[in-house]
């Protein structure tokens, strides 16, 4: 098989396989449902009865906030005693989602990776929302990856550029996206389990589809709906860990560094509201590649004999670090007389951008380029790519690449190892399309779901 062909049929795997299993519409039917033999709501295994019902409300964000938020609807009309208590909903989306029509849902098109003034408004109008939940009323919230910050609301004394220019050298500086997501829980109102506080007597049920790796609750969107127990002191000691505190806003600096009465007020709310809170994660990287692992192993008919095997532990180290223990894993497992080998990868590594560089790209890019540098003359075929369709700050979600890649830049007088200083892997592959006439990016535009990234390696014997 070519080399072309065989990058083809990983993009093609990812938008026919991948990505339905990670259907953030599918997977809110599975874990919400409406059981007319009983007259009553299940989320997950927990059963809300109709007849201690009051009121149903709809809040929620993230990058799979439209498909979720339709999945809610659609059980709610299933019946029209469930669907007379629905009040209204309120979402934040990403951009052009919004355009979207769902009966009885406002949906935000706030922005990412940085928030916009509709991720300020949509907060607001979740808050508002609420403040008329009582204790019958049963609140559904729908969190999925970037929520945090496709919802946000900063605290007293910060400005909506403080919170961008504290996210820009969050993303850039190198913490874990649960160290950043320490920090922006500390200068938001609705993060932390804030927007779980709008209606504190009220029942609430959270459906997540968990972008964090080891799916913790708080991290994912920054735990809008679950109690936090961090501190300001934690989220400063992660901006000086990582010498950021002069990176950041002056207000943000001292919003963390003054008195929070708030962190003890909630504590003492949660002992109460705690036991009427349910999470339930609908989808995770982990759930996706082990329902993709038995496809392929089940499906013979993609590549008679091919040996799958799904690498267990995610990854999250920088990028560099991870691509090079990645190829070195795939090296050892390939035998020369085996069948075609694919291994599957999952997780969210990190990349360090220093200060001043400008270039366009992501993980998944970069993880890309690295990698067409570690397989240059070898017979493996690599496919890197976020869940959600953009990746960083471009337009694609990733990249294939293969043993000829760089062979195929030179060629047309592109440097990679220049592009990689800039870090402008995104500039690379899309120079290198225009220029050889094949294809290397993958770009779905937004997916509607985000369960992170996934990196497939693929080798034909």
């Known amino acids: 098989m070519r080399e072309g062909d065989t990058r083809n049929g990983l993009l093609s795997l990812y938008r026919d396989t991948i990505l339905p299993l990670a259907d953030a519409y599918q997977a809110t039917r599975r874990h919400l449902r409406w059981d007319p033999f009983r007259a009553s709501l299940f989320v997950g295994d927990q059963a809300y009865p109709l007849s201690t019902l009051g009121r149903i409300y709809l809040v929620g964000a993230g990058k799979a906030g439209v498909p979720m938020a339709r999945a809610v609807i659609d059980v709610l009309h299933e019946d029209d005693r469930l669907w007379s208590r629905f009040v209204g909903g309120s979402v934040n989306v990403y951009r052009e989602q919004a355009r979207d029509s769902i009966e009885g849902v406002t949906l935000h098109p706030a922005d990412h990776p940085s928030p916009n003034e509709h ?16 204790p019958d009323d049963l609140v559904l919230a729908i969190i999925s990856g970037g929520g945090s910050s496709l919802l946000t609301l900063p605290r007293e004394g910060m400005s909506l550029d403080d919170l961008r220019s504290t996210s820009r050298a969050l993303v850039a500086g190198g913490p874990s996206i649960r160290e950043i997501n320490t920090v922006r829980k500390h200068l938001c109102r609705v993060k932390g389990g804030g927007l779980r506080m709008a209606a504190p007597e009220a029942r609430f049920a959270t459906l997540v589809l968990s972008d964090v790796i080891g799916d913790d609750l708080s991290s994912i969107a920054s735990g809008p709906t679950v109690q936090d127990h961090t501190t300001c002191a934690d989220a400063l000691s992660v901006l000086e860990s990582y010498s950021l505190l002069d990176r950041v806003p002056v207000s943000a600096q001292a919003c963390l560094q003054r008195p929070c009465p708030e962190e003890d007020t909630w504590r003492e709310i949660w002992k109460d509201a705690g036991r009427r809170t349910q999470t339930v994660i609908v989808a995770s990287n982990k759930m996706v590649l082990e329902a993709l692992a ?14 799958v095997v799904l690498e267990h532990t995610p990854a999250v180290a920088p990028v560099a670090q991870v691509a090079a223990e990645h190829h070195h894993q795939c090296e050892q497992l390939l035998s020369a007389k085996g069948p075609p080998l694919l291994v599957l990868f999952g997780g969210e590594p990190v990349v ?20 067409a540098q570690a397989i240059a003359g070898s017979g493996w075929t690599v496919f890197a790519s976020g869940t959600d369709g953009i990746d960083g ?21 592109l440097d990679a190892a220049r592009y990689m200083e800039e870090f402008d892997s995104y500039g690379f592959f899309h120079a290198l399309e225009q220029r050889g006439g094949e294809r290397f990016l993958n770009v779905p535009g937004p997916t509607g779901t985000n369960v992170n990234d996934i990196m497939l390696w693929l080798h034909k014997t």
């Open 294 to 307: 038995r496809q392929l192993e089940a499906d013979n008919s993609r590549s008679p004999g091919l040996r």
């Open 119 to 134: 991720s300020l408004a949509g907060a607001r109008a979740a808050i508002e929302l609420l403040s008329t939940a009582g």
């Open 393 to 413: 700050t471009a337009p694609a979600a990733g990249a294939v690449v293969d043993g000829r890649t760089l062979q195929q830049a030179g060629e047309v007088g």
């Open 352 to 371: 360090t951008v220093p200060d001043g560089v400008r270039g366009t790209g992501g993980r998944m890019l970069h993880y890309a380029l690295l990698s």
